[in-house]
């Protein structure tokens, strides 16, 4: 995924004010549309729409607007309609015209549907609440797991986890406020340069996603207060966000710095929980025979005796007979 940082003209980079305002207003169904086809539109050109261009200078990065309506097959008015947020009464045909046209990858495709179907979604039907626990049958699940595995929601808050996953994620436990969350953590701890190797890719994918969930539930006040949290302390999130990258979270390789064990390499797998509108389950795993598997192995070792250590402190302060 590219990274896209923009700038204010005669700065190093956009003012905390107009950037934040942006970034809380951005949250409404039509500049979400009106932002990401302008986005879209800017980073195509001609040629790579297959277009020819004329004249040796152009007034505009990327496609005009005529140019994207002539390849989407719509009339220039109807795009603009559409570019200025109005994706009221849209067909199917017409968005995937467009993404054709815009050169969408999945993800995008899949963002630019998700703002759609908000906009022509009833005013009850758009209200969603994020979840912030799991089912008892699902730490069941958890802790039935050898691997490491741990849920989250659209958010990133990290809800449950077996042993082995908190374990893992230990550093972002250090941070008192609750829920965890793992972007929180990724741009306001100072500890996360460390535990994310790649830090940037880290960064642009947990912004990629965050954005996604945005489009597909832009009135769920937990997400916006905490893109507006991030907008105000982070200008790392808040050049990120402005770019309107979108991605998913599906599988993937990480590299983490643990502070017990080392550097980790490990392998993952999302998948999302069906009964749990919102709701992703990883696991992770490292290569058999590998450095990282015997590390993690360690963890695991580590892992349990700290996880025994807190259950016996437990029942001392409760005054309970501990066998």
């Given at each position: 995924m590219k990274r896209?940082?923009?700038?204010?003209?005669?700065?190093?980079?956009?003012?905390?004010?107009?950037?934040?305002q942006t970034t809380l207003g951005d949250m409404d169904d039509k500049t979400q549309v009106r932002e990401f086809l302008v986005s879209r539109r800017g980073r195509l050109t001609p040629e790579q729409a297959g277009l020819p261009a004329y004249g040796a200078t152009r007034r505009v990065t990327g496609l005009r607007r005529e140019e994207v309506a002539m390849l989407a097959g719509?009339?220039?008015?109807y795009y603009v309609r559409l570019e200025r947020g109005n994706l009221s009464g849209v067909s199917e045909s017409v968005l995937e015209a467009l993404a054709r046209a815009l050169q969408l990858d999945e993800a995008e495709r899949a963002h630019l549907f998700d703002l759609a179907r908000t906009a022509n979604a009833s005013p009850t039907a758009r209200r969603r609440v994020t979840t912030r626990r799991v089912r008892p049958q699902v730490q069941q699940m958890l802790d039935a797991l050898s691997s490491t595995a741990w849920v989250r929601n659209d958010r990133g808050d990290f809800l449950a986890a077996n042993v082995l996953g908190h374990a893992l994620y230990s550093e972002i436990f250090?941070?008192?406020?609750?829920?965890?969350?793992?972007?929180?953590?990724?741009?306001?701890s100072?500890?996360?340069?460390?535990?994310?190797?790649?830090?940037?890719?880290?960064?642009?994918?947990?912004?990629?996603?965050?954005?996604?969930?945005?489009?597909?539930?832009?009135?769920?006040?937990?997400?916006?207060?905490?893109?507006?949290?991030?907008?105000?302390?982070?200008?790392?999130?808040?050049?990120?966000?402005?770019a309107h990258e979108v991605a998913f979270h599906r599988t993937g390789f990480k590299r983490l710095h643990h502070p017990v064990v080392g550097e980790l390499e490990l392998n993952y797998e999302g998948m999302e929980l069906t009964a749990d509108v919102g709701l992703t389950l990883f696991i992770y795993s490292a290569e058999p025979s590998s450095v990282s598997a015997e590390r993690l192995?360690?963890?695991?070792?580590?892992?349990?005796?700290?996880?025994?250590?807190?259950?016996?402190?437990?029942?001392?302060?409760?005054?309970?007979?501990?066998?």
């Open positions: 896209i940082i923009s700038t204010l003209p005669g700065t190093a980079g956009p003012s905390l004010v107009e950037a934040t719509v009339s220039v008015d250090r941070d008192p406020v609750r829920p965890a969350n793992t972007i929180r953590f990724t741009f306001l100072p500890r996360a340069r460390n535990f994310f190797d790649d830090w940037e890719g880290t960064a642009d994918s947990s912004v990629a996603i965050l954005r996604a969930a945005a489009g597909r539930d832009p009135h769920n006040k937990a997400l916006s207060d905490l893109v507006g949290e991030l907008a105000t302390r982070s200008e790392e999130f808040r050049v990120r966000w402005a192995a360690l963890l695991a070792s580590w892992a349990l005796s700290e996880d025994q250590e807190a259950k016996l402190a437990a029942a001392e302060a409760s005054g309970a007979q501990i066998p």
